[in-house]
């Protein structure tokens, strides 16, 4: 996708990235003991956490960072997910549907959230939350669009983060200790160890390093096609011109980023597809279209395509809408020239469009044909909700930034550099 700005390129971001990874290296020391709470308040929002991303959309489908967790420290692979809040690890507790061996597995020691506090309702909202005695476990259950789920209990244990000012903290910090996982019948368990929730609820390990006081609230990351990228929490330098605003649609149950509305564009040219609100889902291979958008979308793909070289591969069960070529496609390189480009105008903000190409909405498959990276949301429960998934942030520094009801965006991205 391409914002039109003249914004400073991820490429300049990495290089930023590159320069505080020289100076001050992501590997955390288990040596110390963890730092005292008043210890951490001398941080007040000084500096900020920055994050290797390994992973690609394609075979993966995620990209993931670690995290050092526990006393000693132990790494864990987690997803990234920008649209749930809740962190979890899978939990030897005992575990069901775990992918991770045993000795991989998180231990909970006595370390349990307890129901009555306060965080405790906040993953329960916009449920009701009670307690049949204070001293209870704080249950969870997160369940995702992909109908992948966990379930288990919030812990609070030591996370280790490097700062790009030189500083190692070791907050404690709750998260999910996940006994219970059930995943996609459609696609094969993930081969990470949990899921890291970036999103805009207070359960989120933003908002928790933010209340106390150590980052300010924004995080942002770029992803590159080719796999990798970068992740950062807290006081990045956010460049103050050469950038694209849009309004972030805010309710106090969201605990996902959204905004909008929006109009579907196809080739530039209006499609009468109005009023879209834009879920933004790092944590989702695909985008989901409501039943409207995406029906347009397949006619007017569809009707593009005739008299070109395509036909339907109904042979291919990779996705529901595949195409076969003239010859085997390896790569989207070989199937762009016959597809258009489709954008999404948002009508609050003056000349704001976000410019999916061919190469964001299409995927080549195993058995060398080109499918329709989007699907029908309604069908698989979203009603009346459009996610944009992670294949369609890729060459994109987005920018959340929780004190403001703004989203920021950069525009033209050179991310092809990644060697960290």
């Known amino acids: 996708m391409d914002f039109r700005s003249k914004g400073i390129t991820c490429h300049t971001l990495f290089v930023l990235f590159l320069l505080f990874s020289a100076i001050f290296p992501l590997s955390f020391s288990a040596a110390n003991q963890p730092h005292k709470a008043k210890n951490l308040a001398t ?4 500096s900020s956490a920055v994050f290797k ?19 000693p420290a132990k790494p864990y692979d987690l997803d990234i997910d920008s649209g749930s809040d809740i962190t979890w690890v899978q939990c030897d507790a005992p575990c069901k549907g775990c992918t991770k061996p045993r000795d991989q597995l998180y231990k909970p020691n006595h370390n349990l959230v307890q129901c009555a506090e306060q965080l405790c309702s906040e993953v329960h909202l916009p449920t009701d939350h009670n307690c049949a005695s204070p001293d209870d476990q704080c249950d969870y259950e997160v369940e995702y669009a992909d109908n992948g789920s966990s379930l288990g209990v919030l812990v609070r244990d030591y996370i280790n983060f490097q ?21 996609s019948g459609s696609t094969s368990p993930p081969s990470t ?12 390990i933003l908002t928790q390093l933010h209340s106390l006081g150590l980052i300010r ?29 849009t309004t972030m649609l805010q309710t106090s149950s969201e ?10 564009l196809f080739n530039g040219k209006a499609t009468k597809v109005k009023g879209l609100q834009l879920i933004f889902d790092s944590g989702s291979s695909y985008t989901y279209f409501n039943s409207l958008a995406y029906q347009a979308v397949v006619n007017l793909v569809s009707e593009d395509l005739k008299g070109k070289q395509l036909t339907r591969a109904t042979d291919d069960p990779s996705l529901p ?6 010859k085997y496609f390896k790569s989207l ?3 762009k020239k016959y597809f258009k480009p489709l954008a999404f105008s948002f009508t609050k903000t003056k000349n704001v469009q976000l410019h999916l190409p061919p190469e964001a909405y299409l995927i080549i498959t195993k058995h060398g044909n080109v499918c329709l990276g989007i699907l029908d949301g309604t069908e698989v429960g979203l009603e009346n909700l459009n996610i944009i998934g992670v294949r369609n942030v890729i060459w994109k520094a987005i920018f959340h930034i929780h004190t403001q009801p703004i989203w920021v965006y950069l525009g033209t991205v050179t991310l092809h550099l990644l060697k960290i």
Do not use: M
């Open 321 to 326: 809408i595949c195409w076969k070529g003239p």
């Open 217 to 245: 609230n924004v995080v942002g990351h770029c992803l590159s096609s080719r796999g990798g990228g970068f992740l950062f929490f807290g006081d990045y330098p956010v460049p103050t011109s050469g950038i694209v605003w």
């Open 53 to 71: 991303v390994q992973g690609n959309v394609y075979p993966l489908g995620h990209y993931t960072v670690t995290l050092n967790i526990g006393y």
């Open 163 to 183: 700062f790009t000012n030189g500083s190692v903290v070791r907050p404690k910090i709750a998260f999910g200790c996940g006994y219970d996982q059930k995943y």
């Open 43 to 46: 941080h007040r929002l000084s």
């Open 193 to 204: 160890a949990g899921v890291i929730g970036l999103g805009n609820g207070r359960a989120s």
């Open 333 to 335: 390189s070989d199937v």
């Open 255 to 264: 605990k996902h980023y959204s905004s909008g509305p929006a109009e579907l």
